[in-house]
């Protein structure tokens, strides 16, 4: 059994404004009955163009985005019809790393805040073990646990972006969306992240959604590719099976689009 399997996945959103500031009718289709699986201790690679509904599926995935139909498993559990205690108990293994690592950290609020925030909500032990837990998550992704009395803006994107995957993990999920969590920083930088992510993926077994826009960084961390264009999978296969006989038209553009990228194993 997969340990997130998605049936059929449908979400239309309104879009536009006419020339009177009126709401148009028009409609987008940002995801057209999507069905894919991910078993578990794989990272599912994601890869598509702005605008083809990437992202909106991942979140799907999560419920952070109401599906219009379809269905949603994890663990054999539905989760689009769960609610209350069934949801929350779900949602404590199911998380999110986010795009921008500037804008998704509030500034108003400490490291300590921010990473222990998951657990506040959660309900899960007392202010000392919930910072004991943070100060664990920071290790792990490479930052020190002093850092946790600081603010946002005291610290460069890429360790904003570790911040935001110590927040994370500090639930100790099975799952995470990571939504291009290295589009905005410099190569070197995002480098450094992906191969964070997958020591993380080692150390704690975790499984993974990894969207992005780039072929040449999903194809270095990937077990497997979905390739999505306009709101549908055009193809799914092992990342080899992708990256040397791609079957669709699409995938082939992809590929030829991107410039490798050398990432270091350190």
Known sequence: ??????RRLT???RSGQSAFGM???????AVNDVSLA???????GLVGESGSGKSTLG?????????????VYFDGHEVLGAGGAELRRLRRDMQII??????????RMTVEQIVCEPLAIHGSENRKTRRERAAEA??????????????????????????????????????IVADEPVSALDVSVG???????????????????????????????????AVMQQGELVEVGTTGQITTAPQHPYTRTLLEATPEIEFSSR
């Open 191 to 225: 480098s450094q992240i992906v191969n964070l992510l997958k020591q993380l993926q080692r150390e704690f077994s975790l499984t993974y959604l990894f969207i992005s826009h780039s072929m040449p960084i999903v194809r270095y961390l990937a077990n497997r590719i």
């Open 38 to 44: 991910i078993e578990a201790g794989e990272t599912l």
């Open 138 to 175: 920071m290790r792990a992704v490479g930052l020190d646990a002093s850092a946790l009395g600081r603010y946002p803006h005291e610290f460069s994107g890429g360790q904003r972006q570790r911040i935001g995957i110590a927040r994370a993990l500090v639930l100790r999920p099975r799952f």
């Open 59 to 71: 979140r799907m995935l999560l419920r952070l985005v109401e599906a219009d139909s379809g269905e």
């Open 11 to 13: 979400k239309t959103f």
């Open 23 to 29: 709401s148009a009718t028009t409609l987008v289709r």
């Open 98 to 107: 986010f795009q921008d690592p500037f804008g998704s950290l509030d500034p």
């Open 1 to 6: 059994m997969p340990l997130v399997e998605a």
